[in-house]
């Protein structure tokens, strides 16, 4: 059985012609990369109303939640090793339930720490 052949789209053989201020075509250009598209095909989505989806990207300057968030990480890696362990038929000990239940507190806690300074960085408190 033969494989079905692609459909291909209708080559664009139109042109149109399109006057903007320099500041429109940074916004356009800036929103049409945060859509992962092209500035013609972002432009063709906008007009044929299928509103691109544009990815708005939050930055985190503050070198305080920064830090957080890298601790976060390490404790997040500490659990996967331990997991990592018990899955492969490693015995739950004493000790290691201990040090599982302080990182779950440290999580707990890092984590109410991190809702509180993002939400200052975003003026929510």
Request: glycine share 6%; hydrophobic share 35%.
């Amino acid at each position: 059985m033969a494989r079905p052949k692609k459909k291909e789209l209708p080559a664009h053989t139109s042109f149109i012609t399109l006057r903007i201020t320099s500041d429109l075509y940074e916004v356009l250009t800036a929103d049409a990369k945060a859509a992962h598209l092209s500035r013609s095909e972002y432009i063709r989505q906008l007009i044929t109303d299928h509103h691109p989806v544009v990815h708005q990207e939050i930055v985190y300057t503050n070198p305080e939640l920064l830090e957080k968030l890298r601790d976060l990480g390490k404790i997040g890696s500490n659990l996967n090793q331990i997991a990592r362990y018990l899955n492969g038929g490693g015995k739950f000990t004493e000790g290691m339930a201990k040090e599982v239940s302080a990182c779950i507190a440290q999580l707990l806690r890092m984590r109410d720490v991190i809702k509180e300074m993002a939400g200052e960085y975003r003026g929510n408190c």
